[in-house]
């Protein structure tokens, strides 16, 4: 199970989450062009450096939904709040990290 509060989001740890992600510029949805790149990025800390990551994924242009898969979260520790953002990188490189949050992971009992 998974909710969201804010740019806040709870999980519990083994679960999927499927997320919708809008970009929103000058007022307007942005529809990705060819050759952007949408990312989700996870760590400890914001200074953690890249390769820390915990968990990096790539949101499909197609369907702009974020999918974490119960594997991405198995080993990681219950009870932990993390942070994430979500940025893209466009085809001519410029780069817009436009969500930034907590990611809570959740006791599950199986």
Do not use: C
């Not at 919708?20 to 800390?45: C, L, S, W």
């Amino acid at each position: 199970m998974y909710s969201i509060n804010g740019n806040d989001i709870s999980l519990t740890r083994g679960d999927s989450l499927s997320m919708k992600i809008n970009i929103i510029q000058d007022g307007a949805a942005y529809t990705p062009a060819e050759g952007d790149v949408i990312r989700f990025a996870m760590k400890h800390r914001y200074t953690d450096s890249d390769a820390n990551v915990l968990i990096n994924k790539t949101v499909p242009h197609d369907t702009m939904t974020l999918a974490i898969e119960p594997s991405d979260t198995k080993d990681l520790k219950m009870g932990t709040t993390y942070v994430y953002d979500v940025q893209i990188t466009t085809a001519d490189g410029d780069v817009y990290t436009f969500i930034k949050g907590k990611f809570t992971l959740t006791e599950e009992v199986l």
